[in-house]
């Protein structure tokens, strides 16, 4: 895998743009900022799903940002993405990573030190740490496993770690001071009144609290 940027990782949600188009939206969020997109899309049919990744795909390659597909492995490679993102109960990571083959990011959910580790061994390219602060677009996500739960799991693994659930402009710094590379958002950019204002200002934090971990 190159170099990544993890700092702002904006995940789509069709119910949370509140009937505004999602390719507006992410199109607002890269020019605030945003440096990783994931196409989430939970209830859409196949096909839609394909069609929306084809559109995000022409926004994230013209900005040369990856696009990381959530769940479907099968649409990842349909449509030639950069990635794929499975949780814990979606396709087990080793299988997706033999399905993906060696070149294409892979990203797994953890929220225990247990599932981080695991992960790592079974070739994931980064973590989606959370739910950290709880949060209202995934309510099947348990309790919050706060700053100190992220905190073990960034110090349990050697790969990159992704902060997410709930993560505002508020409380990302904390995020970061506790090791997290990135901050991953849906509500805090999709549900954003301006979106792209809400991604530079979280790309701001992100960066500001960065360099002060490295000083610490």
């Known amino acids: 895998m190159t170099r990544m940027d993890w700092s702002v990782y904006v995940i789509t ?105 695991r992960a790592e061994q079974d070739g994931a390219d980064y973590l989606g740490a959370g739910d950290v602060f709880g949060t209202p677009t995934k309510p099947d996500a348990g309790p919050p496993i706060g700053v100190e739960g992220l905190r073990q799991i960034v110090r349990a693994v050697s790969i990159p770690v992704v902060a997410i659930g709930g993560v505002t402009p508020q409380n990302a710094s904390a995020a970061i001071e506790a090791g997290a590379v990135g901050v991953a958002v849906i509500s805090a950019v999709m549900g954003a009144p301006d979106p792209e204002a809400a991604a530079r200002r979280l790309r701001e934090v992100v960066e500001a609290h960065r360099g002060a971990s490295r000083a610490m």
């Open 13 to 117: 949600d069709r119910r949370t743009a509140g009937g505004r188009s999602v390719l507006d939206i992410v199109r607002a969020a890269i020019r605030g900022g945003a440096t990783v997109v994931q196409l989430r899309e939970k209830e859409a049919s196949t096909r839609a799903i394909i069609e929306l990744g084809q559109a995000l795909l022409e926004i994230t390659r013209a900005a040369g940002i990856p696009l990381i597909v959530n769940d479907r492995v099968d649409v990842a490679l349909a449509i030639g993405a950069e990635g794929v993102h499975v949780g814990q109960d979606d396709m087990p990571a080793a299988m997706a990573r033999q399905l993906i083959g060696p070149d294409r990011i892979l990203g797994v959910s953890a929220r225990t030190v247990e599932e981080a580790i």
